[in-house]
């Protein structure tokens, strides 16, 4: 069966830190690009950042540019988000998705707040 499960989401403070991941089953992952979204109830679904197959590319919402970095490692067939620096704003409920698939995660609630 087709899954992506994300984990490691939390409640962190301001300039904190948190790395999220997605473990994928059921596809070849390292077929396909990857992106990581992030939804705030009553605003619409944002991909905040995306990687290629093969991890040598790489893109990011100009809100989370500097501070968030996107990785995968095709062995373990796992996505990650690396999150630092946090801000209230990133406070959110977090998705991966295989890009080109209509497959999404149960998504991981990050919270930022003092």
């Known amino acids: 069966q087709v899954q992506l499960v994300e984990s490691g989401g939390g409640l962190v403070q301001p300039g904190g830190s948190l790395r999220l991941s997605c473990a994928a089953s059921?596809?070849?992952?390292?077929?396909?690009?990857a992106s990581w979204y992030r939804q705030v109830p009553g605003k619409e679904r944002e991909s905040v950042a995306s990687?290629?197959?093969?991890?040598?590319?790489?893109s990011y919402a100009n809100s989370v540019k500097g501070r968030f970095t996107i990785s995968r490692d095709n062995v373990k067939n796992t996505g990650y988000l690396q999150m630092n620096n946090l801000k209230p704003d990133d406070t959110a409920v977090y998705y991966c998705?295989?890009?080109?698939?209509?497959?999404w995660g149960q998504g991981t609630q990050v919270t930022v707040s003092s």
């Open positions: 998705k295989a890009v080109g698939l209509m497959y």
């Open positions: 059921g596809f070849t992952f390292s077929s396909y690009a």
């Open positions: 990687i290629s197959s093969v991890g040598g590319s790489t």
